[in-house]
């Protein structure tokens, strides 16, 4: 899934010259701070943790106009602060979470 607008805007200069542009955001109702983003380019779908102890997975919209991150599939707590999350490049529909307690957990997602 290609994302609109979010390339480089010259493709023959450096790319910390280069103007990026900000396609869309979402602002996460929490009052905890997130520490990590993975996004499943299989299914376009973005899984967001972070230091209240959820999973939460957006989906982008192609909308060309208005392109709008939207919560999908709810949200999935785990025992502690989530440090990481990764999408098996495999199995896309396995998501792998780290917590500060010393726990990874495996997710199997109905995509």
Do not use: Q
Not at 50 to 74: A, Q, V
Request: proline share 5%; hydrophobic share 30%.
């Amino acid at each position: 899934m290609e994302v609109p607008n979010c390339k480089r805007e010259h493709k023959n200069i450096a790319p910390s010259k280069s103007k990026w542009n900000k396609v869309t955001s979402v602002c996460v109702k929490t009052k905890w701070p997130l520490y990590t983003v993975s996004w499943n380019k299989l299914h376009g779908i973005i899984a967001v943790g972070g230091g209240d102890n959820e999973i939460r997975l957006f989906r982008l919209n192609n909308s060309k106009d208005n392109p709008l991150l939207e919560e999908c599939f709810g949200s999935y707590k785990l025992s502690s602060e989530i440090n990481c999350l990764n999408w098996n490049p495999v199995e896309s529909n396995l998501l792998t979470g780290s917590t500060d307690d010393g726990g990874i957990c495996v997710l199997r997602i109905s995509l």
